[in-house]
């Protein structure tokens, strides 16, 4: 059973930095694709960045510049270097993985930017 496990979240002041990582177990196969997302109280789940196995990237529009995605393969690991965090950025954010349509979750981990 595939289980995805994050660190890294916590208490950040406005400006400052902060790197999420996702390790996932279970697995001797790789994934399509792993990433970030992130879900606040009363909103949808929203992409924050990706990563394809070959290395293509995607951002959401409010983390580029910022936000840097990276992933191992080998290791099935994800990771998210979060610079110049904003309020704006305070939410759970949840580690994802694809692998051929079916989706991954990791139980999130709390970020919270303090202005």
């Known amino acids: 059973q595939v289980q995805l496990v994050e660190s890294g979240g916590g208490l950040v002041q406005a400006g400052g930095s902060l790197r999420l990582s996702c390790a996932a177990s279970?697995?001797?196969?790789?994934?399509?694709?792993m990433g970030w997302y992130r879900q606040t109280p009363g909103k949808q789940r929203e992409l924050v960045a990706a990563?394809?196995?070959?290395?293509?990237?995607n951002y959401a529009d409010s983390v580029k510049g910022r936000f840097t995605v990276s992933g191992d393969n080998a290791k099935n690991t994800v990771a998210l270097q979060m610079n110049s965090l904003e309020p704006e950025d305070t939410a759970l954010y949840y580690c994802?993985?694809?692998?051929?349509?079916?989706?991954?979750w990791g139980q999130g981990t709390q970020v919270t930017v303090s202005s």
């Open positions: 994802n993985a694809v692998r051929f349509g079916y989706q991954y």
């Open positions: 279970g697995s001797i196969f790789g994934f399509n694709t």
């Open positions: 990563i394809t196995s070959g290395g293509t990237t």
